[in-house]
């Protein structure tokens, strides 16, 4: 259960890195149907432009996505339950995090508002990508009380508590984000 300021999100949040959608979309439909989320963020969905979003869809969820259009790994999607959309206007927010795959989603209502994120970092990225999403989310802290961002950093030399990255400590202490995995995923 997730609360921002007082209200209560009384369903899962899943996020997971799925590599791929399509193959493990059965799987996806169980798990969905069992817990019954509020969200579901994915990375490495592996879609591209050539993947419709019909054959991808759940029942009772709002889908946003995006692929890569230079090979099929990478990629994001986001999957918002339709009681959330009739609570709350979702006005995807344009960001650029370079080479970087994401997805940034503003959710609003009369009295709370916040920016949900999914961001898949390839492993073959630049110091260029990482700059342009490290100034794309502190300028996103400065405008949103409340960010839900989920990511696959791709960094497996970080160790938590950080004693690397020097751009991604910067992120995460000046804009007092709070790293919640402290432990390899796989």
């Known amino acids: 259960m997730a609360s921002v300021n007082g209200h209560y999100f009384t369903h899962p949040i899943i996020y997971t890195n799925l590599a791929p959608l399509?193959?493990?979309?059965d799987e996806?439909?169980?798990?969905?149907?069992?817990?019954?989320p509020s969200f579901v963020r994915l990375s490495e969905t592996w879609l591209t432009p050539l993947v419709t979003d019909p054959p991808i869809s759940l029942d009772g969820y709002a889908i946003f996505r995006k692929g890569r259009h230079n090979n099929k790994d990478g990629g994001v999607c986001v999957y918002i339950s339709d009681h959330i959309c009739?609570?709350?206007a979702v006005i995807p927010n344009t960001a650029d995090t370079g080479n970087i795959d994401s997805i940034f989603l503003k959710i609003a209502n009369k009295?709370?508002?916040f920016l949900l994120g999914c961001i898949y970092r390839p492993p073959t990225s630049v110091i260029e990508d990482e700059l342009s999403r490290t100034l794309c989310i502190s300028e996103?802290?400065?405008v949103y009380q409340h960010?839900?961002?989920?990511r696959d950093f791709n960094m497996p030399d970080i160790k938590w508590p950080l004693n690397a990255s020097q751009l991604l400590f910067d992120l995460l202490s000046n804009s007092h984000l709070t790293q919640l995995v402290t432990q390899p995923t796989r």
């Open 22 to 25: 399509l193959v493990k979309y």
């Open 28 to 36: 996806l439909c169980t798990l969905v149907k069992e817990l019954k």
């Open 86 to 88: 009739g609570n709350f």
């Open 111 to 113: 009295s709370l508002t």
């Open 140 to 142: 996103m802290t400065d």
């Open 147 to 150: 960010l839900f961002i989920f």
